[in-house]
């Protein structure tokens, strides 16, 4: 029930992009196409829920040797790390799986949605296995916003957009919209 | 600039020296602000405290007692204020889990004889303009002077005494709920000690 | 180089925000109010010009292949600087019990260190350039940033709680609420969408 509880939270009431403000970046930079916005989603459900599996058990490291200050530079090694390690280990092992990915992976590393999360398991107190499924929901969360957008703004290219508005801006006030719509999901919870 | 050579040793070397400054130089500034930074937050709980209590000359943050509440892992803390040896009130920092945004946090300072003497928001995410009325005085004022013994600590909806927000009843429910468990804790340690002196 | 113009470039030519479009989740997340937005800008600035600097001193003793996991430690150190003196100093609430500065930006301060304008500045400008140009350069592209978060907590204040610079200047000019939405997240994404299509006309006219 609690598991169920932290996916709905996570996925609609407050998803990542639209309330929490993570991983803006991508969510501009490459949801021209539902394509791609797919294939980067995919790209980042992988990390996020290695990475958290991970900064877990480097949080239990670093409660041990009594070092909280070290959290964010151990972290974010940790991470960068990881997406280079997952980047070869994905080439030799699934060459199907990296093309589709591949790409992605290393604007991941400074994609704050997979460090914010990381950081929000430390702070909600999780333990591994509710950790997981937070760190998978908000990757789903992730997702759906980037997917839905990059859907809507397919459409836009055919729409007669005002000149000053063209491109990025438009792209926000749709965003804003999209966040409305999503606030409806308030109180679900 | 001419880039310097990658050799296996000196990128061993560099990202092993890099770090290990790194972590010196922060050991440093986290020795430099680790009392600072424990002041700051002991003084953000007593101006909480001196919020909801009456006057007192002691130091409530260091002298309080932890109460497990009925939902595991969570714990209520109890403050007790003193003026010279007359204990002048308890600060509660309690919580509830049923508000519009989740957790919220309160801060409930009882008279000795368990009359409320204010009620502090410690935590919240309720939503601007709606939940967050509850720090307001049309809503907070209900509470000081009224003993939950005999003041039914519910929203009128549910056959209680409190007047909700408008377009807020579920803020307004878990604010009473909060409020409720500090009584409870309260009545828990009078019955257990026989008052705390 | 002229220092002036490498200075002045992040307000509005080189503007992260309005124009190469940088750091957008800070910007978003943390300008509920003027205030806010200040404090985050000069968090970053902070940042940016000790991360500058820095790495300018150093880029000739890194490796080229270890050099970008070498600057990510460095910028995390500093914003674990930031992070801890933030704690220990902009951690006292408000008059009325308003959650503190420190509370405001909450996860948004350690995650200085994934601001791609921060990186973005180290491998573009510092790691390329003079200790001093670099320092101005960080300073400049970080006032910048704060000039834009300024702006943006500044109409989503005002339209949103009708205050403004709240709680330094205690003046309500409206009754009751504003516009809650532009508090709340829609609002963050239509105010810099409007913020953003304004400053493209700007840039059009200056560019005549």
Redesign the interface.
């Known amino acids: 029930m609690e598991l169920i509880l932290i996916i709905i939270g996570a996925v609609f009431v407050n998803n990542i992009v639209l309330s929490q403000f993570l991983g803006i970046c991508p969510f501009i930079g490459v949801s021209g196409k539902v394509n791609t916005a797919i294939g980067m989603s995919g790209a980042v459900a992988f990390v996020m829920v290695i990475a958290t599996v991970v900064t877990y058990l480097v949080q239990i490291l670093l409660d041990k040797l009594g070092i909280p200050f070290m959290q964010t530079v151990s972290y974010i090694l940790v991470i960068a790390a990881l997406v280079q390690l997952v980047e070869i280990i994905l080439k030799k092992v699934s060459p199907a799986l990296y093309q589709a990915l591949g790409i992605f992976l290393p604007l991941i590393t400074t994609n704050c949605a997979i460090l914010g999360v990381a950081i929000l398991t430390y702070q909600k107190e999780l333990d591994l296995v509710s950790g997981v499924v937070f760190a998978f929901a908000n990757a789903v969360g992730f997702g759906l916003a980037l997917v839905t957008f990059s859907g809507i703004r397919e459409q836009l290219d055919l729409a007669n957009v005002p000149k000053g508005m063209k491109g990025v801006p438009v792209a926000f006030i749709i965003a804003g919209i999209l966040a409305m719509a999503f606030m409806g999901f308030a109180n679900i919870v | ?7 296996f040793l ?2 061993v070397l ?2 092993f020296l ?2 290990l400054g ?2 010196a ?3 440093y ?2 020795e430099l ?1 680790k009392d ?2 424990a ?3 002991s ?2 709980k007593s ?2 405290v001196k ?1 909801v209590v009456p006057e007192f000359n002691n130091n409530p943050t260091e002298e309080f007692i932890k109460i497990p509440a009925e939902t595991e892992g969570d714990t209520l803390y109890f403050y007790v204020a003193r003026m010279n040896d007359d204990t002048v009130g308890y600060a509660i920092e309690t919580y509830s889990k049923k508000a ?1 945004g ?1 957790l919220l946090k309160l801060l409930v300072g009882l008279k000795p004889d368990g009359t409320i003497n204010n009620v ?4 919240h995410k309720e ?4 939940g967050t009325k509850m ?1 307001e005085e049309k809503f907070s004022s209900q509470f000081p002077d009224k003993n939950p013994a005999k003041f039914i600590l519910k929203v009128k909806k549910d056959g209680g005494d409190v007047d909700a927000i408008t377009a807020s009843t ?1 803020t307004s429910r878990a604010y009473c709920d909060a409020v409720q468990r500090a009584f409870s804790a309260y009545t828990e340690t009078q019955t257990e000690k026989g008052g705390m002196k | 180089m002229n220092q002036w113009r490498n200075f002045i470039k992040g307000f509005i030519k080189e503007n992260p925000v309005f124009v190469l479009f940088l750091g957008m989740c800070p910007t978003l997340g943390t300008t509920s109010s003027a205030i806010n937005g200040i404090g985050m800008g000069l968090a970053t600035t902070f940042v940016l010009v000790l991360s500058n600097v820095f790495i300018s001193l150093t880029a000739r003793f890194i490796p080229d292949k270890v050099r970008i996991p070498s600057y990510i430690v460095i910028i995390a150190s500093f914003v674990t600087v930031v992070d801890l003196i933030m704690k220990a100093y902009t951690n006292t609430p408000g008059p009325n019990g308003e959650p503190s500065l420190y509370d405001n930006l909450g996860l948004f301060i350690p995650l200085i260190v994934v601001n791609c304008i921060v990186l973005g500045r180290a491998e573009a400008f510092a790691s390329k350039n003079s200790v001093f140009s670099s320092f101005i350069d960080g300073f400049g592209i970080g006032l910048g940033f704060t000039f834009a978060l300024f702006i943006l907590g500044s109409v989503r204040e005002i339209l949103g709680s009708g205050t403004f610079l709240y709680p330094a200047l205690n003046f309500k000019f409206i009754k009751g609420d504003g516009m809650l939405a532009f508090v709340l997240a829609p609002g963050a994404f239509l105010a810099l969408g409007y913020l953003i299509a304004i400053m493209n006309i700007v840039k059009k006219r200056f560019a005549k």
């Open positions: 600039m001419a880039k310097k050579e990658s050799t000196s990128m560099t990202l890099v770090t790194a972590s130089a922060l050991g500034v986290y602000t600072a930074i002041d700051a937050e003084a953000k101006l909480a919020r519009f989740g502090a928001v410690l935590e939503t601007p303009g709606l720090t579920i």
